[in-house]
Nanobody, 116 residues
Framework: QVQLAESGGGLVQAGGSLRLSCAAS????????MGWYRQAPGKQRELVAS???????NVAESVKGRFTISRDNAKNTVYLQMNNLKPEDTAVYYC??????????WGQGTQVTVSS
């Protein structure tokens, strides 16, 4: 079974920081792209940031300059450094991974709550 283990969510005041981690594991699992999505109450799930094995990245306009995505390819782990958090960042954050065979996997989600 492919698993994405997420950690790092929590409660933080506006202006604070959190670092999310996601480690992928599974028999025969080989990852191309890893990233983070989020879903706030009453809103659609949206891409926050993603990073391919080769290093290319996509980052949502709403978090540019505040969030940084990074990867440890050897460990199939992706990180999201979240700085200057705002209340509108409050959401469940989901780790996502896409294998070289175009398989897609999702984590259980980790809650990020930013208070004002």
């Amino acid at each position: 079974q492919v698993q994405l283990a997420e950690s790092g969510g929590g409660l933080v005041q506006a202006g604070g920081s959190l670092r999310l981690s996601c480690a992928a594991s599974g028999i025969g699992f080989s990852i191309n792209v890893m990233g983070w999505y989020r879903q706030a109450p009453g809103k659609q799930r949206e891409l926050v940031a993603s990073k391919a094995t080769g290093g290319s990245t996509n980052v949502a306009e709403s978090v540019k300059g505040r969030f940084t995505i990074s990867r440890d390819n050897a460990k199939n782990t992706v990180y999201l450094q979240m700085n200057n958090l705002k209340p509108e960042d409050t959401a469940v954050y989901y780790c996502n991974a896409e294998g070289w065979g175009r398989e897609t996997y999702w984590g259980q989600g980790t809650q990020v709550t930013v208070s004002s």
